[in-house]
């Protein structure tokens, strides 16, 4: 599309030399380039879409790369990334070697600090500003944090910190009330009623106004002032920042680049930390990512011009099956209760929300609370499910450990996501199973398909113990595959065979059964459902007599082929070869089809590698 605005940008500092018409116009383009773009590769379009004047004006009064920008989260850096030299392979973000959707210190000296999870833009800047300040630095720190985000647990601790950890720091506040649902809890409450008591600082700066203009009206300010400290604390939400040890100004309109521009400036000369309050729309200036913000916020390919997804829609898929599950699962049992963080409808929770209000729970952008929470719950005689998507539960490892697995309590956690995911390294749900399979009382199942994994959540209700159910993003399209009732513990064999097994967890048992009807040989098919409690006979039983190779969705050495591997250090077995994502390297964003052919985890690159393994065994 045309971007005659955007065309003279090559370098943020070619910003401050553009009028406020062409400034107008920019918005305008930017906005139009990433409704454009993201409609073909997919990515996050509302949040981005939200923060176009934000972003202007940060480029326009700061001085990058010399001043330090650090995004929360980082999916609304598109703008960013188009104003740093990046607009002429815009196109290419979140492709196979293409721009990361998210900040990456590699791809730009504009990224100082690489993003993916939410919560972390205060504590890095503020290490960015305290290192400023040990070598008598000048830059400007400024964190770009969401309302969503404010209220994890890791932006408090950072807060508590703020006054006692470096002498300048700036954080804009960008308030949209959403995380990916809509922003729940206290603190997003408390910043609503920032907004619609804004008249009171329109009201004051008025009042100063008129004050100074009389008679000893510089001493009549002081006094209001001393008075105003005294009881600002009833009239002013704002304090609580403040009590921080934060200037707080605001709020004001995102969208208004005017008044940006000047509030920035303004902050910028400020020799203390500041939070700036700022109110924006997500999906502004596109009407159909407006009204449904939440659908929009993560979007696969669609049409510009509607919001469609071109995309065949399948019956049904993971998540959709785990809600429906949870639907029937509640409608028996009274005690059964629902968690998630701030992904009710990415986990598929979103009718049973509806359904059960009392019984559901969104704590937000909160992990470690949701689980400890959910291990109080257990304790207090209810039975608690916990859904996250399994990047995001690595962040509470020791709630598991220490709130859960220890005390045995009847929780069961639902690891959405697992498994390669297009967004790249940050959200790979790869990194979990290793710690999970380390934790005392508990199970990891996987299931094959939708059906298995609405058994195992019933199996999994029943165990009255720790348990997670492990399955990846999207469908499975091994639903015609009968699904026999789980026996705890035990593997499933799929197809039998003669010369060789393949043992496959979770949707890659599809990928062995296209193995097996590539390799042409009689290959034992088994479905291994539980990483723990292990098959371990039925497997010692394969690895005796024919050689035996493992297929899984997760990081080398971590999973299932540590698990076989450890079960035949002492045992006469024959050859047994492991197929995983390699443990050596960072898997990168990209399409998951892509990333297969990449890595040779493709059934065509697995049954060639099989048959040379053969022909050398």
């Keep these: 599309m045309e971007t005659p605005v ?47 004047e934000l972003t202007v004006a940060l480029h326009r009064v700061f001085r990058m790369p010399e001043d330090k920008i650090i995004w929360d989260v980082g999916h609304q850096s598109y703008v960013h990334k188009l104003l740093t030299g990046r607009k002429d392979r815009f196109s290419t973000i979140r492709t196979d070697g293409g721009l990361s959707g998210f900040p990456l210190r ?23 500003a ?39 720091l700036i954080i804009i506040l960008n308030d949209n009330k959403m995380s990916i649902s809509k922003s729940v809890g206290a603190i ?10 804004r008249s009171y600082n329109h009201f004051k700066a008025f009042a100063k106004m008129a004050v100074r203009r009389m008679p000893s009206g510089a001493e009549i300010i002081g006094g209001i002032q001393k008075l105003e400290e005294a009881t600002k604390s009833l009239f002013v939400p704002g304090v609580f920042f403040e009590e921080m040890g934060l200037r707080y100004i605001g709020p004001i309109n995102g969208h208004k680049l005017p008044e940006l521009i000047e509030t920035f ?36 390919s669609f049409n510009p011009h509607t919001g469609h997804s071109e995309r065949a829609v ?97 929780v069961v956690i639902c690891a959405d996501r697992a498994g390669i ?24 199942l996987a299931p094959k398909n939708e059906t298995e994994l609405k058994a195992m959540l019933c199996a999994a209700y029943n165990r ?41 967890v979770g949707r890659e048992v599809g990928t062995a059964l296209a193995v097996a009807d590539r390799l042409g040989f009689s290959c034992r098919i088994v479905n291994a459902r539980f990483l723990k409690p292990f098959d371990r006979d039925l497997f010692l039983a394969d690895a005796s007599r024919m050689p035996v190779f493992t297929i899984e969705d997760n990081l080398a050495g971590t999973g299932l082929d540590r698990i076989t591997d450890s079960l035949l250090l002492n045992e006469k077995h024959c050859p047994v070869h492991h197929f995983a994502w390699p443990e050596d390297e960072i898997i990168p964003h990209g399409t998951l089809p892509r990333l297969r052919e990449k890595y040779g985890m493709t059934p065509e690159a697995i049954a060639e590698k099989i048959r040379e393994r053969l022909k050398t065994s």
């Excluded at 995911?421 to 990891?444: Q, R």
């Design 130 to 168: 305290a290192a400023r300040d040990a070598r008598n630095g000048k830059e400007h720190v400024i964190a770009v944090i969401g309302d969503g985000s404010l209220a994890c647990g890791l932006s408090l601790e950072a807060l508590n910190n703020v006054r006692t950890s470096c002498k300048n």
């Design 265 to 300: 400036t303004r902050v910028r000369d400020f020799n203390r930390p500041v939070i700036v309050h700022v109110i924006t729309e997500k999906g502004a200036g596109c009407e159909y990512a407006k009204e449904a913000p939440e659908k929009f916020h993560g979007v696969s």
């Design 464 to 504: 009255k113990a720790p348990v997670v159910i492990r399955y990846p993003r999207g469908a499975s399209e091994l639903e015609h595959l009968p699904v026999p009732a789980p026996e705890w513990g035990k593997a499933e064999t799929v197809r039998d065979g003669s010369d060789l097994a393949i043992w496959a």
């Design 188 to 197: 997003p409450n408390y910043l609503n009623r920032i907004i619609t008591g």
């Design 106 to 128: 590699e791809e730009s000296e504009y990224d100082c600090f690489s993003a993916g999870h939410a919560g972390t833009a205060i504590s890095a800047a503020m290490g960015f």
């Design 6 to 52: 955007l065309n003279k940008i090559n370098h943020p500092a070619d910003l401050k030399e553009l009028s406020p018409a062409l400034l107008a116009g920019l918005c305008s383009e930017l906005r139009g380039i990433i409704l454009d773009t993201v409609s073909r590769n997919g990515g996050h379009l509302a949040p981005n879409l939200g923060i176009v």
């Design 314 to 410: 399948s019956g049904t898929n993971f998540s959709a099956a785990f809600g429906e599950a949870m639907m029937e699962l509640a409608g028996k049992e009274p005690d059964l209760v629902a968690i998630t963080a701030a992904m009710r409808s990415g986990t598929g929770l979103l009718k049973f929300s509806g359904q059960f209000p009392e019984r559901f729970f969104d704590v937000g952008i909160a992990e470690e609370h949701a689980l400890t929470f959910a291990g109080g719950l257990a304790a207090g005689g209810m039975r608690p499910v916990v859904a996250l998507y399994a990047t995001f539960l690595q962040r509470a490892l020791d709630s598991v450990f220490h709130d859960i697995c220890l005390q045995n309590l009847p």
């Design 421 to 444: 995911v297009e967004d790249g390294p940050t959200h790979h749900g790869i990194y979990d199973e290793s710690f999970l399979l380390a934790m005392p009382h508990l199970s990891v």
